[in-house]
């Protein structure tokens, strides 16, 4: 495992969280939106079971089929039974959905009565939005060609239409908003020097002792700078949200 996947697994705080909220021993859990199985990972060990379900389908998941059962499907239309499971994951996913509404329907039909959401997705406005580092490279993109470049566009919610739209079938349990925009822009960041560290320690000679001995240390501060940036309660301002609902009996 390497160094930055390693974090994310173990001390990245915002999946440390939803491990957090999401831990039931008695739960059949799914995991939308899963892409490679890091999360399902670190999350099975506090479950019953686990299905992992990703739009694209990842080489990934070989290595871990015998601990998680991952399947390639939309979660607009999730391809289960009504009540299958205890608890649904939607981590960092819905942002990347057209219709988010539509997979929380879908999620509500195949939870069991009294099952669990927990989801989290970046806070809306124009400047989260805009000045994601992700969002912010596509402009340029979007102005010459809008039709090809637009599906790749992340599209922020909204937390408080979100919660409006989930109106009495759903009780909210815990609402946290952490973090501000430079959360997004360390973990950029973080992936942009652990591809350049891969490559120089990939070398022999000089390359190799300056991936460890310079590119290692920097990485780890930006673990440090992530962590406290997450720590704190930005207000109206902070970028992410944290949700856990409860689906009504009702």
């Keep these: 495992m390497n160094l930055v996947s390693e974090y994310y697994q173990t001390d990245e705080s915002l999946r440390k969280l939803i491990r ?16 490679k199985g890091d999360t399902s990972v670190t999350i099975r060990k506090n479950v019953r079971g686990m299905v992992g379900i990703d739009l694209e389908f990842h080489d990934e998941w070989y290595s871990l089929q015998n601990e998680i059962h991952f399947v390639n499907g ?45 989801m989290s997705f970046p ?25 090809a470049f637009k599906k790749y566009f992340v599209k922020h919610l909204s ?20 973090g501000s925009i430079f959360f997004i822009y ?25 991936g460890e001995v310079i590119m290692k240390p920097v990485i780890k501060l930006f673990f440090i700078l992530m962590k406290a940036d997450f720590s704190m309660s930005w207000g109206s301002w902070s970028y992410n949200n944290i949700i856990c609902l409860r689906k009504s009996i009702n």
């Design 74 to 118: 939309n979660a607009s239309m999730l391809p289960f039974a009504d009540g299958s499971f205890d608890m649904v994951i939607a981590g960092e996913c819905l942002q990347y959905i057209p219709n988010p509404e539509w997979v929380i329907d879908e999620i509500y039909r195949v939870l069991k009565k009294d099952g669990m959401l927990v």
């Design 159 to 178: 937390s408080k239409k979100l919660m409006h739209y989930c109106g009495s079938k759903w009780q909210c349990q815990n609402f946290y908003r952490r």
């Design 123 to 147: 806070e809306s406005g124009p400047l989260a939005t805009y000045l994601d580092p992700y969002n912010l490279g596509l402009i340029p993109k979007l102005l010459y060609r809008p039709s």
């Design 20 to 35: 957090e909220l999401s831990y039931n021993p008695d739960a059949f859990t799914l995991d939308v939106g899963c892409k």
């Design 186 to 210: 360390i973990a950029c960041l973080i992936d942009t020097f652990q591809s350049i560290r891969k490559r120089l320690i990939s070398r022999r000679g000089p390359g190799k002792t300056l």
